[in-house]
């Protein structure tokens, strides 16, 4: 079974930088999380894509993060740097992965393509 565990919670203020990390483990055959992603869930809306990478490495990237964040792929762990950060950014950010490589819609769509979830960790951006 694998397991995807998020790390980097965080609270920061608006204009700030923060990074998150994703550490898949328990695959029997690192092919099982060749594309990794990362979504969120802010207050009030639907869960919706940041960010997703694979082997290639192809990322590609939610057009309301462009220029602000940057998702990097080593091995089992999935990064994502936050910088510039908007009370918006604000919400539960998961992480996600699935055996095929990432197609370039995955990152537009909520994610019900992808077959393993990670638990969630918390960013709070303040005014």
């Known amino acids: 079974q694998v397991h995807l565990v998020e790390s980097g919670v965080g609270s920061v203020q608006a204009g700030g930088s923060l990074r998150l990390s994703c550490t898949a483990s328990?695959?029997?055959?690192?092919?099982?999380?060749?594309?990794m992603a990362w979504f969120r869930q802010v207050p009030g809306k639907e869960r919706e894509g940041v960010a997703t990478v694979d082997e290639w490495p192809s990322t590609y990237y939610a057009d309301s993060i462009k220029g602000r964040f940057t998702a990097s792929k080593d091995k089992n762990t999935l990064y994502l740097q936050m910088n510039n950060l908007t009370p918006e950014d604000t919400g539960v950010y998961y992480c996600a992965a699935l055996r095929y490589s990432c197609s370039s819609w995955y990152v537009d769509k909520a994610g019900a393509e992808f077959q393993y979830w990670g638990q969630g960790t918390q960013v709070t951006v303040s005014p």
């Open positions: 328990g695959y029997t055959d690192i092919k099982q999380v060749s594309c």
